[in-house]
């Protein structure tokens, strides 16, 4: 790859070591990031980059956040992990914070995101054999969704580049079209124990569930006596502009999955359920070793409290609309800019071209930006981020689209997006 060119010895003998030594399960981009400070990131040669992933949407706050260091050394210092046979002083205070914002009633820690879904598809099919015997345990999923990498989130989720080489799969899936309400009506019946939906898809690039549809998921769920889930572990804790994506459209899940920004980048997740489902696991049922330890549920009572304290939300909204006004000049000059989608810092703008060149260019340019779905750009900034780094972000964007505007022929199936990373 031609990028490399500008890597020196040490960043290529960082290369070659991953290439000899681990699974080529990831398809970087050359470049090896080593510091970052707020809404920059910098390379070993310390070249800077303005940083639009945020770590996939795990770095709401940026990188070294002062609060966050100071936290972590002082926690460090006292104990980083206690096991789950005893009581820790801070994972009853996250579950309490985050029942308080949610409304829900019980929460479960997990390590990372997939293991929040794994764990809300065993306590929905314990919820719904409760209710309604062996037979209640089927779950309805949505096609072009993504929900991990494990093999239950892995079933769940309805795209066949992820599932394909893996089978046999979760059998008891049925996948509907995203808004589509007569094929939901018709997928969910007295044996399905959980409707599992993105309210906003990410990896699936960035498509919104409409207002309609999730009512009709909450009707159809109700009435069918299954677990409503939402899986926010992209689009929750802040990233819509509300702490939960389900405020935003004022639809109230049974159970909800977070995980990507909530303890700064240390890897927690969490499922928050509601008492009526939450009542039906019982001691021994579920557990992890890592899960909910001190380190990380002290980090996420402080990831907290700075989104309230700095005004993040705040930010977020007035950014975020910032950005899509931004995105939308662009889609109105370049014909390759299609669409935008989205909303607060969880933008995608459609392509009629491949994505992941773009991407490796404004890495050249100092600017990180993500590819998914082959054709989509999704911004997943930290919460930090101004406009005259939306500014900057734009200017490197339109410079390279520039160079393409000539109408396309429309290709768009050729390069492989950032989609195997997440
Ligand atoms: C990232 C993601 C997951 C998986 O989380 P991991 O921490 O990578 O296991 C699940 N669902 C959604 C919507 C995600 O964005």
Redesign the pocket.
């Known amino acids: 790859m031609q990028l490399e060119s500008f890597l020196m010895d040490d960043s290529t003998a960082i290369l070659e070591r991953e290439r000899r030594f681990l699974m080529q399960t990831y398809n970087r981009y050359p470049v090896v990031l080593a510091r970052g400070k707020g809404v920059f990131l910098y390379d070993l040669e310390g070249r800077r980059y303005l940083d639009f992933v945020a770590g996939?949407?795990v770095n709401a706050l940026g990188q070294a956040h002062p609060r966050i260091v100071k936290i972590i050394r002082e926690q460090a210092a006292r104990t980083i992990h206690l096991s789950n046979l005893y009581y820790n002083e801070y994972q009853g205070r996250l579950a309490e914070k985050l029942c308080g914002l949610s409304g829900l009633q019980r929460a479960f820690f997990s390590?990372?995101?997939?293991?929040?879904?794994e764990g809300s598809i065993k306590l929905a099919r314990l919820a719904g054999h409760r209710a309604g015997g062996e037979s209640k345990s089927q779950l309805v999923a949505l096609q072009g969704?993504?929900?991990?990498?494990?093999f239950g989130?892995m079933s769940l989720t309805g795209q066949d580049k992820y599932r394909k080489g893996f089978e046999p799969l979760l059998e008891d899936v049925k996948f509907v079209p995203q808004n589509n309400i007569e094929a939901l009506r018709a997928a969910v019946d007295e044996t399905t124990c959980a409707i599992v939906l993105?309210p906003i898809?990410?990896?699936g690039g960035v498509y919104e569930c409409s207002l309609d549809f999730l009512q009709e998921c909450r009707a159809v769920a109700d009435h069918h006596r299954a677990a409503l889930i939402f899986?926010?572990?992209?689009?929750g804790l802040g990233r819509t502009g509300n702490i939960f994506a389900f405020q935003t459209f004022s639809v109230t899940p049974d159970m909800v999955?977070v995980?990507?920004p909530i303890a700064a980048g240390l890897?927690l997740?969490a499922f928050l359920a509601k008492e009526e489902f939450a009542s039906a696991i019982s001691a021994g049922q579920h557990g992890t070793t890592f899960g909910g330890g001190p380190m990380a549920c002290r980090v996420a009572l402080e990831y907290l409290a700075i989104l309230e304290e700095e005004k993040l939300l705040e930010n977020v909204i007035r950014v975020g609309n910032y950005l899509q006004e931004q995105l939308n000049l662009v889609v109105e000059r370049y014909a390759a800019a299609q669409g935008v989608r989205g909303r607060g810092l969880i933008q995608g703008l459609q392509l009629d071209i491949p994505a992941r060149p773009l991407v490796e260019q404004a890495l050249a340019e100092g600017v990180l930006f993500n590819s998914t779905q082959d054709s989509v750009l999704r911004f997943l900034p930290p919460f930090l981020l101004q406009e005259k780094h939306v500014d900057k972000g734009m200017r490197v964007l339109k410079k390279l689209l520039g160079k393409k505007r000539r109408k396309s022929s429309g290709n768009v199936a050729t390069s492989k997006s950032d989609s195997a990373q997440?």
């Open positions: 996939l949407g390590n990372s995101g997939t293991e929040a879904i969704s993504y929900h991990g990498r494990t989130a993105e898809f990410g990896e899986d926010e572990i992209q689009c999955a995980a990507k890897p997740g997440e």
